[in-house]
């Protein structure tokens, strides 16, 4: 009973990451069809910053607000400079934000230079769940991100802003006619995925190797994730991660990680060929 649920909450603390990572994807290349090979970056740049308040003297917490508003500042940048001049060049789009994040990459380097860097948890110690006891600070990451997919529900279905992303995203023309702003809409929406990636990249810091290079493997996880799951659907997001973290927590118990990496991806593919529109979205064919 120990191991399985300890096993369970493993799995929820993946799950919750990649949903958080997966969420800012989706916005993007979901909803936004931007395919950003920078995306990852973006949960660099919120691991970083909160680094770089704790190194400072600053709390986590503190660190964890400035996580998602420095992800929303590179997002904003970056769809300011670029990413508004290509949505209709979508392999002009991918070349792009791939130089975008090498450029991250490197200039994080040169600034915080080489080698990992320390991120304290808030909390430490674990607490008591009757049949185990676990990580207090993974049980905190897990309330936040359930926290957080249900604030973005309900942005997205209960207000204005959610309408117009949802009215732009069925028909952009038909927006423009109604007197919608789309190129503002899009801006908010991308800057406010990068915002979630951020903040992804402040919560997992404390139990992640924080290095320039870390984004990468979240951006390979959370495209996994959007497509398995279903494109453009918050349910087909939940579902992708619980596909591609509850099988990636399970086979780590039994193999490599690198190993289970490969079985996850074969699994993937096998889940797109099977459901072509996503666990969540389409029928089989």
Request: proline share 4%; net charge positive.
């Amino acid at each position: 009973m120990d191991f399985a649920i300890t096993t369970l909450l493993n799995a929820l603390t993946l799950i919750s990451i990649l949903m958080l990572v997966g969420l800012g994807l989706a916005i993007s290349f979901g909803l936004m069809n931007v395919t950003n090979l920078a995306h990852g970056e973006f949960v660099t740049v919120g691991a970083f910053a909160v680094y770089f308040i704790q190194s400072m003297g600053g709390s986590f917490w503190l660190g964890l607000t400035a996580a998602p508003i420095a992800g929303a500042v590179v997002g904003c940048i970056l769809e300011f400079a670029i990413i508004r001049h290509l949505y209709s060049r979508p392999v002009s789009t991918v070349l792009a934000t791939w130089g975008v994040s090498l450029i991250l990459q490197q200039g994080l380097e040169l600034t915080f230079g080489l080698g990992a860097k320390p991120v304290t948890p808030p909390v430490e110690g674990t607490l008591d769940l009757f049949f185990t006891v676990y990580p207090a600070y993974r049980l905190i990451l897990i309330g936040i991100a359930m926290a957080t997919l249900l604030g973005v529900i309900l942005l997205i279905s209960r207000t204005s802003f959610g309408l117009d992303i949802r009215t732009v995203i069925q028909n952009r023309e038909m927006a423009e006619g109604v007197g919608i702003n789309t190129r503002r809409t899009y801006a908010i929406a991308f800057t406010f995925g990068a915002a979630i990636a951020g903040l992804a990249g402040g919560l997992v810091a404390p139990l992640a190797i924080v290095l320039p290079q870390m984004g990468v493997n979240y951006l390979a996880n959370a495209f996994f994730v959007v497509i398995v799951g279903g494109v453009g659907s918050i349910g087909g997001l939940v579902a992708g991660s619980v596909f591609v973290g509850g099988l990636t927590s399970i086979l780590n118990y039994q193999i490599s990680p690198s190993l289970a990496q490969a079985i996850v991806l074969l699994a993937a593919i096998v889940a797109v060929r099977v459901r072509p529109n996503g666990l969540f979205n389409g029928a089989s064919r």
